[in-house]
């Protein structure tokens, strides 16, 4: 009987993993009408006039997400809510508006002469890289919590 157990939890496993690897990578192209309306907002927004050369979602096991490249290189990722998770725009900077006021004050404040060119934002903290390539990591409250040079 133990053996009939093991054998059926082995099989789970294996059946668990085949899925999992089935779904993983699942990305594909949309347009951008098919984002979320607040990346379709945010697109609008901040990258009015530029060329969207490719959208596409990636559907994950329990949730999506989608990315939008620019033809200047520049590109966004979203969560499935349509709410952005990336901004890296490597040729022009990130807009200013997408910055929150804290994390721009500081940057201001601390390398008057540089450029913010990408920006990451997760639950916990934001990560900003800059055009002298100096990385700075904030917490949720906008706290500078790590500089890595």
């Given amino acids: 009987m133990k053996i009939m157990r093991r054998l059926t939890f082995i099989l789970a496993c294996l059946l668990t993993l085949c899925a999992t690897i089935a779904c993983a990578d699942n990305e594909k192209p949309i347009a951008v009408s098919q984002l979320p309306a607040n990346a379709q907002q945010f697109i609008t927004q901040h990258f009015a006039g530029r060329k969207v050369a490719l959208a596409k979602v990636e559907n994950e096991i329990v949730s999506k997400s989608y990315e939008v490249m620019f033809a200047d ?13 990336e901004v890296d725009c490597r040729q022009t900077g990130v807009p200013t508006a997408v910055i929150p006021n ?7 404040a601390n ?19 800059l055009s002298n390539r100096i990385e700075l990591k904030f917490d949720k409250k906008f706290r500078l919590i790590d500089i890595d040079m």
């Fill in 102 to 108: 804290q994390i721009m004050d500081y940057v201001k």
């Fill in 73 to 85: 290189g520049s590109h966004v990722d979203f969560d499935g809510k349509g709410n952005w998770t």
């Fill in 111 to 129: 390398y008057p002469d540089v450029t913010v060119m990408k920006i990451e934002r997760d639950r916990r903290e934001y990560e900003v890289k």
